[in-house]
């Protein structure tokens, strides 16, 4: 059974840093698409930034603020969120997309206080 673990999610003041990651038991490097979700509530739950092959993206919301990072080694994702806002509470998912099947982290909560 894929096993995914996912960590670093917590409560922070407006403007500070929190680092996501989410370690997947199979091998990252065979997975071309992995990402971060995020859904608050009461909302749709949306893309905050994945990986389209080696390609980064990022939703407007997060660019220039969020990192995202795979370490095909680690078989990891991570999500670096610097000068996080009160909008950015949300619960945090990771996914990994590969040969017609996907897998979905069971979600961190991030909260930011204002």
């Known amino acids: 059974q894929v096993q995914l673990v996912e960590s670093g999610g917590g409560l922070v003041q407006a403007g500070e840093s929190l680092t996501l990651s989410c370690t997947i038991s199979?091998?990252?490097?065979?997975?071309?698409?992995a990402g971060w979700y995020r859904q608050a509530p009461g909302k749709q739950r949306e893309t905050v930034a994945g990986?389209?092959?080696?390609?980064?993206n990022y939703a407007d919301s997060v660019k220039g603020r969020f990192t995202i990072r795979r370490d095909d080694v680690k078989n990891t994702l991570y999500l670096q969120m610097n000068n996080l806002k009160s909008e950015d509470t949300a619960v945090y998912y990771c996914?990994?997309?590969?040969?017609?099947?996907?897998?979905w982290g069971k979600g961190t909560q991030v909260t930011v206080s204002s």
């Open positions: 199979l091998s990252l490097s065979t997975f071309n698409t």
């Open positions: 990986f389209l092959t080696t390609t980064p």
């Open positions: 996914r990994f997309y590969r040969w017609g099947y996907e897998y």
